[in-house]
């Protein structure tokens, strides 16, 4: 699956999809600071799913309407960054259909929330 990793996600997590096999561009590699809109419109540009811990991509896909190529909320606060990424990466086995575009899930211990956001 092709990511764009907004830079407040876990370096682990990063890596381990990578090594899962999945083309993960990283914020933080590239543009730290950036604004979130232009993180989000980046993402849609290159046809990513944008993967990020800001709830504030809420506000921007549902509030505001802008359109997404798909957002992906990692919520799992009080696991260590190594837990996480096993976390995010099961998600992405288990759940890579579903992950279209034009969808908003969220990732919380235990669950994975879908919805459609366009």
Do not use: C, W
């Not at 990424?85 to 086995?93: K, M, P, Y």
């Not at 908003?104 to 669950?111: D, K, M, Q, Y």
């Amino acid at each position: 699956m092709n990511l764009l990793a907004d830079e407040g996600v876990d370096q682990q997590i990063v890596d381990l999809l990578r090594e899962e096999g999945h083309d993960v561009s990283y914020i933080a590699e590239m543009e730290p600071g950036v604004q979130d809109e232009d993180v989000l419109d980046q993402a849609n540009r290159e046809a990513r799913v944008l993967l990020t811990a800001d709830k504030d991509f809420g506000e921007l896909v549902f509030r505001q309407g802008l359109l997404s190529a798909g957002v992906v909320l990692v919520r799992l606060s009080g696991l260590t960054p190594e837990s996480k990424a096993q976390v995010v990466a099961s998600t992405f086995a288990v759940h890579a259909v579903d992950l279209a575009p034009g969808t908003f899930a969220v990732i919380v211990p235990g669950a994975v929330r879908i919805r459609r956001a366009n």
